[in-house]
């Protein structure tokens, strides 16, 4: 290992500078320890979700500069812009500038499009904090892909259970954002909204960002359901519950998803969205309230959708690549269960220096996250996780109910 280490956060991505402290000599340099690159989408249509998930991607970098660690971090941030050019953009440029391991992206069709095309064959490990579409589970990916986040398999049959058995609703239909999200989860509600008794009445999908939803509502609606899911992202959403309050409103139960679990969107929309359910994976891990408190130290504000995931990822990469002893995808990939799953003292986002020292004296860890255990399965997915229940409220989003699945 190399001796006189300091932790710098390099952010010469589209999005701009991270931060800086200290010098390494560039990125690769021959006294890095760590090289994590962050692949989220800033700007776009998951703008608003994608900027704190981006946040806590880089903050234990940032955590470990503030206290002082002796270890190289080297962070550097590429804006998905919410597309899957963007996306294999900023994955390529990390590839090239030598990164192994990335905590992205966060749209599903992201994260599928720069596996296949960039990550699997140049082996490099990536770490979804958010992308929660079922056929990542059978990606073909040498195991270099992972997520801290669930899959929509388990989220199709919450929300079912959610408005067939908890709220009494016998019809819905389904509106959906055309891609892989937007499909799968829809697909995953449908059967299981079905299997309980459930009639689906339509199901709709849509494109994002479009000027106007008025005709792709009448569509979806025009059986008058109980209900009516609607999976998508933020910009979109704020037009099309504009549309829908300005039009469609009968006071029918609205369910949306954890990519619109936005408390800025009421307020966008001016309605108060009382009608409105939600379901997203909750933040419920052993050190969550460790990570919240770095966050708002940090950032001033209160953690988000899918941001604890996000702080887990980087984690266990930094630790993967600690223990791998090298900065090298193969050797990362092969090192994240070691720190991971269990057998080893717990560690943290409490104690995240102690941690990398710890394994650098190659100690046994099991790393015990913000949003989960974090222990992976075979297919690099979570093997417990939480869901939410939540609704918009007069102080903001409100968690009215946890249910946990364990896989």
């Known amino acids: 290992m190399p001796f006189n280490r300091r932790t710098v956060l390099k952010g010469m991505g589209a999005a701009g500078i991270v931060g800086v402290a200290g010098c390494a000599g560039g990125p690769g340099g021959d006294d890095t320890d760590a090289m994590v690159g962050v692949l989220q989408p800033v700007t776009g249509d998951l703008g608003n979700l994608g900027g704190p998930i981006r946040d806590a991607a880089i903050l234990p970098g940032t955590q470990l500069e503030n206290e002082g660690s002796d270890f190289t971090i080297d962070i550097r941030e590429e804006d998905t812009e919410s597309t899957a050019d963007a996306g294999l953009s900023g994955a390529q440029s990390l590839v090239d500038a030598g990164y192994p391991a990335i905590t992205g992206a966060a749209s599903s069709q992201v994260t599928i499009t720069v596996a296949e095309d960039i990550l699997i064959p140049n082996e490099v490990v990536g770490i979804s904090p958010a992308s929660t579409a079922p056929s990542i589970t059978d990606l073909e990916d040498e195991d270099f892909i992972f997520r801290t986040a669930p899959s929509d398999a388990l989220q199709g049959e919450v929300m079912a259970q959610v408005a067939y058995e908890e709220r009494g609703l016998e019809s819905a239909a389904s509106f959906y954002l055309n891609n892989d999200y937007g499909q799968q989860l829809s697909d995953s509600f449908v059967g299981a909204f079905e299997e309980l008794g459930g009639t689906v009445t339509n199901e709709v999908a849509f494109e994002s960002e479009q000027p106007s939803y008025t005709s792709a509502l009448e569509s979806a609606l025009a059986d008058d359901p109980d209900a009516m899911i609607v999976i998508g992202y933020p910009a979109s959403g704020e037009v099309i519950f504009r549309d829908y309050y300005s039009d469609f409103d009968t006071g029918q139960t609205i369910m949306v998803t954890d990519g619109l679990r936005d408390s800025e969107l009421p307020g966008n929309v001016d309605n108060p969205m009382e009608n409105v359910v939600g379901t997203a994976p909750l933040a419920a891990g052993p050190e969550?309230?460790?990570?919240?408190?770095?966050?708002?130290?940090?950032?001033?504000?209160?953690?988000?959708?899918?941001?604890?995931?996000?702080?887990?990822?980087?984690?266990?990469?930094?630790?993967?690549?600690?223990?791998?002893?090298?900065?090298?995808?193969?050797?990362?990939?092969?090192?994240?269960?070691?720190?991971?799953?269990?057998?080893?003292?717990?560690?943290?986002?409490?104690?995240?220096?102690?941690?990398?020292?710890?394994?650098?004296?190659?100690?046994?860890?099991?790393?015990?996250?913000?949003?989960?255990?974090?222990?992976?399965?075979?297919?690099?997915?979570?093997?417990?996780?939480?869901?939410?229940?939540?609704?918009?409220?007069?102080?903001?989003?409100?968690?009215?109910?946890?249910?946990?699945f364990e896989v």
């Open 288 to 404: 969550q309230d460790a990570f919240a408190e770095l966050y708002q130290g940090e950032y001033d504000s209160e953690p988000g959708v899918f941001t604890a995931q996000a702080y887990d990822a980087t984690a266990v990469n930094i630790l993967a690549s600690i223990a791998a002893g090298e900065t090298d995808g193969p050797a990362i990939r092969d090192s994240i269960r070691d720190v991971a799953n269990p057998d080893g003292e717990d560690v943290g986002p409490s104690n995240l220096a102690d941690a990398l020292q710890l394994v650098d004296d190659g100690e046994p860890v099991n790393y015990q996250g913000a949003s989960s255990g974090v222990n992976f399965d075979d297919n690099g997915d979570m093997q417990a996780v939480t869901y939410e229940i939540f609704e918009f409220g007069e102080g903001g989003i409100e968690t009215v109910e946890e249910i946990d």
